[in-house]
């Protein structure tokens, strides 16, 4: 339940108290700054409440936009301002503050003040105290305090010019998008998205539809036939047309939950590496073995991925952005076409899976996986040299925040953070990255280029612990530090495809897959927990699943100590006890009161 208290006189003919209570709000009026203060301080502190003025003109959609939004404690919008529990001290705070000070302009982009309003004046109280205040954009939405009659009028009109329903849908669609979903996809999926909030579906439904459409998709690619690959290709589609009305449903209806924050951050890979099991598994019906190839465009991806959440992470809050190669893609930007360009040249989720789902009804999975291993490489390169510009070409002075997220990302485990207590000083910046690509490439071409079972890949093994734990002895701040955790990943997963290949037994490389998907599963819970400022996986977690250096270790130790049979076998039970451990643990911090009530915005790349 929320409150909404309503300051100063109610004006005659106004609709704001029906409409707070459409949104779900409590109504209590409070006549002037003293009451108001009353009225806060009786409100369950378990409650969101919100401070509205009486005068306030404007859509209920931007009162929605303003005052529902649960992934914001704070968030204002002209005549209102709103907090969630957890920043209640705040607002009763700039409350007191406002109640006793003159009117004023808010900074950080808010709106002038056009008249005296409480709601405003304690908006601009927590700018002072520091709080982040959400202001979202309101577009030809209308809110304001009209300051007379006619002004109100003036409002009004002003509000029943605007179609408010073609805002919402708009609003439903995300600004930054790739081209096969912006111009093949949202056009219509925004209406699905309409009639989903009309029938009271929530975005998790629509979710687990996408997904159950996946997982359909992926077992008409299994039967290895032409008919049933044409349907795996239409479904994957309709899957992805499901994924797209999520995202859109919730900003729609602004239902965003901490369980839709992990469903929608993780059913992504689970449908995609699902698929890639069932054009596998097709393939193997045929009598062809292409598990190698899939598991390879999974690396390829997941790699790709961290690559996208290092970068983005290291530069969160870095200040003094003077990088060349940033101007200069910013006036690609101001070319139309250049935009759509480069944005189909990472590949993106709608560009890949448009491709996988044609290709899968046209041809055969080994060209599938063929066409998606080099459009990823294609991708991966032009995406890491771009971002390796940027670094490189700007001055800009890392944060403490960055180099944690960093350092969480790398996801080291006891060895590695034992044997950096030794090398407490670490190694200068510039060779930082280039210490953990020595390492990765020592073990990975230790295990690929000999013969399953000797020794030298457990001595690659070692090297690489060793100069995984130099690479992190220091925080994380240098320029190109952000290539650490995807060196990393790459380092693991190859390491599992190398020994698995290897191996030469039927299984290994399945089972291998099933290892990576487990693990690629806690990097990806991972980064969804920073992302939500949440932090990262306890560190029970990292150490119970021996960090990435431990569980390279181990995988080589294993190859050199067992028959290629019994490696096969402790590669399921590995992959098996990672999945449950992580899985347990994710399911308990997403479904808890404590997890970020955010809801994935797709691929940043």
Known sequence: MSTAIVTGQPVPGSSLENDLRSLGFDVRVAADAAETESLLAA??????????????????????????????????????????????????RAVARAASAPARSPEGGAPALAVDSLADRVAGALDDD???????????????????????????????????????????VKSRDGFFTTFFISPYSRYIARWCARRGLTPNQVTT?????????????????????????????????????????????????????????????????????????????????VWALALGAMVLQTCRHVVDFSFNEANHDATANTSPTAALSDKLDSVGWTVWVRRMIVLPIGERWAMI???TAATTPRITFYALLVGCALAAAYTTAGRVLRSVTRRARRTDRAARALADLADSGPLANAVRRVFRRGLPGFAVPAVALLGGAAVVACSALTDFGGALPVAGALVYVLTSALAVARPLKGALDWLVPPVFRAAEYGTVLALAGKAGVNGAL???????????????????????????????????????????????????????????????????????????ESVRFWVSAGAPAVHDEGETA
């Open 510 to 584: 399945p089972a291998a897959f099933g290892l990576v998907a487990a693990v690629a599963y806690h990097h990806y819970d991972t980064v969804y927990r920073i992302r939500g400022n949440a932090g990262a996986p306890p560190a029970w977690l990292v150490r119970a699943i021996g960090g990435q250096e431990g569980r390279t270790l181990l995988l080589t130790v294993l190859a050199a100590v067992l028959t290629a049979t019994q490696f096969k076998a402790a590669l399921t039970v590995l992959a098996v006890a990672i999945a449950l451990v992580v899985l347990v």
């Open 43 to 92: 409100v369950p502190a378990d409650r969101r409440v919100a401070l509205v003025d009486a005068r306030f003109t404007g859509h209920p959609h931007a009162l929605r936009l303003g005052l529902t939004d649960p992934r914001f404690p704070l968030a204002a919008v002209p005549g209102a301002v709103t907090a969630q529990p957890a920043a209640r001290q705040a607002l009763t």
């Open 357 to 359: 789902a044609v290709l």
């Open 130 to 172: 520091g709080g982040a205040v959400h202001r979202p954009e309101l577009g030809s939405l209308v809110a304001t305090v009209p300051a007379d009659p006619r002004a109100r009028d003036e409002a009004r009109r002003a509000v029943a010019a605007v179609d408010e329903e073609a805002v919402r849908l708009r609003s439903a």
């Open 209 to 289: 539809a996408s997904l159950i459409t996946a997982l359909i998709a992926a077992g008409c690619a299994a039967t290895g036939t032409r008919g049933g690959f044409v349907a795996a290709g239409v479904l994957l589609i309709a899957s992805f047309v499901l994924d797209c009305t999520d995202g859109q449903l919730a900003r729609y209806a602004l239902k965003y939950s901490t369980l839709g924050a992990w469903l929608d951050a993780t059913f992504d890979r689970a449908k995609e590496y699902a698929y890639y099991v069932g054009l596998a598994l097709g393939a193997a019906r045929g009598g062809d073995d």
